[in-house]
Each structure stands twice: as structure tokens, then as C-alpha cells.
């Protein structure tokens, strides 16, 4: 997706440039700016909104991390996350704020997380896709939890699965921490 694309779609103001950044933050567009496999499914309209949705919760998941509602939070909680994080003047911290909300109101944040598309002849055998992340505080301290989705091939071979299985074992649940951290 380029500007001279945007403008063929009828998107010709220059406050309409941003588009193309919004959607790479939102890991809709690659960084060459391509079409992401998610931006393609788009176009089923029973599917939109929880990917619209999945793709907001894990672009600015430090946010839902603090408000797990952060979609419907108000422009005040909203300003006052976004505020510190950048030198940006009032105004564009508004825009910041409407550009959130805006994509927000495309996402359905009750569907269920979204599930990777079947895998078709000439796609990786197995697909791996952290869809949201999440950190609460709890009275014992910290609480992560990563809601991680796996797509396997039909096999009748048990091995490949027991070896996936077990690799995640080894780097996700019994993953050491580097020596001197």
C-alpha cells in the first residue's frame, strides 16, 4: 500500500497519509507496506471485527494490560496513559486519543479471540500466533497470561506433535533465565 494507492481509493487529503502508519502499527500491513494474511481475511465480515479487535489489543497491549476495558475507557484514563509517553503537544495527544478510539469502534471486543485460517498446500505446517497478552495484578504479586494459538497439520504420525509438545515445553514453561539476569 502506497500514497499514490490511497489516493486511486479516493483517499486524497493529506491527513489521510497516516493511514498506511496506522496500519503498520496495527501489524495490518507489513513493514514494506503489503498486505498481511489478517488484512486479507478483512474482507470476511463475520471475522472483521475480532480481527480488528486482536490486532488492537496486541498493538497496544500495554494498554489492555492496565485497563483490560481499555476500548471503552474514557479520553481522560486514555490521556493520561498516552500523556507520558510521548512530547506530543495537546492537540495531536487528542488525535493520538481519536485515532484509538476510532479503530475501536471497528473492533468486536467480545468475539472470541480470532483462529488462524486453515492451512492450505504450500503454507507452514504448523502456525503459531500469540493472539492477546495480558498482566493483571493480583494480591500475590504479578499475574501473566499469554493466550497462545496453535494450528497443526493432520498426521497420523504422533511423533511430530509430541516433538512440537515438547519444544514449547523447553521454551516457554522450563525456559531458564540468562546467566546474570
Do not use: W
Request: proline share 8%.
Amino acid at each position: 500500500m502506497t500514497q499514490e494507492y490511497l489516493q486511486t481509493a479516493g483517499f486524497k487529503s493529506k491527513n489521510d497519509r497516516a493511514i498506511i502508519s496506522v496500519l503498520k502499527f496495527v501489524k495490518l500491513l507489513d513493514d514494506g507496506g503489503a498486505p498481511t494474511e489478517d488484512y486479507k481475511l478483512l474482507r470476511d465480515k463475520s471475522r472483521f471485527g475480532a480481527i480488528i479487535a486482536s490486532h488492537i489489543r496486541e498493538s497496544y497491549s500495554e494498554l489492555f494490560a492496565l485497563y483490560p476495558e481499555a476500548s471503552s475507557e474514557s479520553n481522560d484514563k486514555l490521556r493520561d496513559f498516552f500523556a507520558p509517553k510521548t512530547n506530543a503537544s495537546p492537540d495531536v495527544l487528542d488525535k493520538i486519543i481519536a485515532t484509538f478510539k476510532t479503530l475501536c469502534d471497528s473492533g468486536d471486543f467480545g468475539a472470541p479471540p480470532i483462529s488462524p485460517p486453515t492451512a492450505q498446500p504450500g503454507q507452514p505446517a504448523a502456525q503459531v500466533r500469540v493472539v492477546s497478552q495480558t498482566m493483571q495484578a493480583s494480591e500475590s504479586g504479578v499475574t501473566v497470561h499469554l493466550n497462545i494459538q496453535l494450528q497443526l497439520p493432520p498426521t497420523e504420525n504422533a511423533e511430530i506433535y509430541d516433538k512440537i509438545f515438547e519444544s514449547l515445553r523447553k521454551h516457554l514453561i522450563e525456559r531458564k533465565p540468562p546467566a546474570g539476569a
